[in-house]
């Protein structure tokens, strides 16, 4: 893992559970989730998006994330910004990023128009708010925002390396390359987004990222770290069985 500064580390404190050297960030917009994963301490951090919050049938985005910053004071909370003109993308990055200590904005890699962000995430970035850069599937784009970034302010980088992998790209080496790129940075933690399985969090985690998002289901997976094959097999049978005898099936 490339060694980040004593400022970035607060953001990476993990319970090491099954010897874990990545932090496990839930990716969500339930509270109920958010705050359980807190309190149980299977989540390190919180990512979100407009699109994840319009599932979870949010109207108020304030009222949420106050909400969700009263309850989890002391962890990384990622909230994006939801607008398409720089102008206001960045008036609302500085109201979000007053909102706590622990609160990273996120700002996408360029609009709806491809038009690039990185004139904004560099302004935004030297004033010194933390920022989540997201939607980044290139190392053209990685290298240009920690071109970009203040030397001096915590970053997250995230990757959606399950989007790539969608397109039928292993996205193992690109992640290598990007954490690479982010040697001299280092403020900057690389975040691997969208995984699809349990699998990505250990291949994260050799590639050398510093963060994964996991969605609910896939964070209680973890417990699965280790497990007996062999007892997994029988575990499976038993669920076939079960489920057909509680059908009534018959033939």
């Known amino acids: 893992m490339v060694r980040t500064s004593v400022g970035a580390q607060r953001y990476l404190k993990t319970n090491g559970a099954g010897g874990r050297r ?21 989540a390190d ?27 989890i004071p ?35 890699i360029m609009n709806t128009r491809s038009e690039s962000a990185l004139p904004l995430i560099r302004e935004l970035s030297h004033e010194g708010l933390k920022l989540n850069v997201t ?18 302010t915590p970053t997250i980088i995230s990757v959606f390396a399950g989007r790539i992998a969608d397109t039928g790209v292993d996205p193992v080496p690109l992640m290598r390359d990007c954490v690479k790129a982010c040697k001299d940075a280092p403020e900057a933690m690389v975040l691997w987004a969208s995984p699809r399985e349990v699998l990505n969090i250990y291949q994260a985690e050799q590639c050398g990222c510093h963060i994964i998002t996991c969605t609910p289901d896939l964070i209680k997976k973890l417990s699965l770290r280790g497990k007996d094959l ?3 097999s029988r575990e499976t049978v038993q669920m076939f069985f ?10």
């Open 242 to 251: 079960d489920d057909g005898r509680k059908a009534g099936f018959r033939l």
């Open 74 to 108: 002391d962890r990384s909370i990622s909230f994006e910004v939801f607008a398409d003109d720089f102008d206001e993308m960045g008036r609302q990055a500085r109201e979000i990023g007053s909102w706590g200590e622990n609160v990273f904005v996120k700002i996408p």
């Open 22 to 42: 990545i932090a496990v960030y839930g990716d969500g917009a339930t509270i109920a989730d958010m705050v359980s994963a807190y309190k149980n301490g299977t």
């Open 135 to 152: 939607a980044l599937m290139t190392l053209e784009q990685v290298k240009g925002t920690v071109a970009a970034i203040s030397p001096e």
């Open 45 to 71: 951090g919180f990512t979100t998006n407009p699109t994840l919050m319009a599932k979870a049938g949010l109207t108020d985005y304030r009222a949420f994330a106050h909400e969700v910053l009263a309850a």
């Open 230 to 232: 062999t007892e997994y």
